[in-house]
């Protein structure tokens, strides 16, 4: 079993910078893949920021410039650099971390939230 722990958020201005951790940690804790979800108020989950097993990184349009996801493997740890922040957006944001075994199947696991708040 693997646990996923996201820490990082908290209160911050807009125009303001925070960075996101998401590290995993269990019996094989390695991240193949991992991606960074948010859900605001009233809203569905979105995707906001991924990264592959080659380092290949996907962004959500609206974050896309300002935000950065990267990844360190020895130490089982994905971030979320969050620069010029908005108030929109303010949400929970999840970690998402993906093992792919030797058969191909997946696995998923997720965190359980860490809460971004941007104030105007």
């Known amino acids: 079993q693997v646990q996923v722990a996201e820490s990082g958020g908290g209160l911050v201005q807009a125009g303001g910078s925070l960075r996101l951790s998401c590290v995993a940690s269990g019996r094989r804790s390695s991240i193949d893949a991992a991606g960074w979800y948010r859900q605001g108020p009233g809203k569905q989950r979105e995707l906001v920021a991924a990264i592959s097993s080659t380092g290949s990184t996907f962004y959500e349009d609206s974050v896309r410039g300002r935000f950065t996801i990267s990844r360190d493997n020895a130490k089982n740890t994905v971030y979320l650099q969050m620069n010029s922040l908005k108030p929109d957006d303010t949400a929970v944001y999840y970690c998402?971390?993906?093992?792919?075994?030797?058969?191909?199947?997946?696995?998923?696991?997720w965190g359980q939230g860490t809460q971004v708040t941007v104030s105007s």
């Open positions: 998402n971390a993906r093992q792919t075994d030797r058969g191909g199947g997946v696995s998923d696991y």
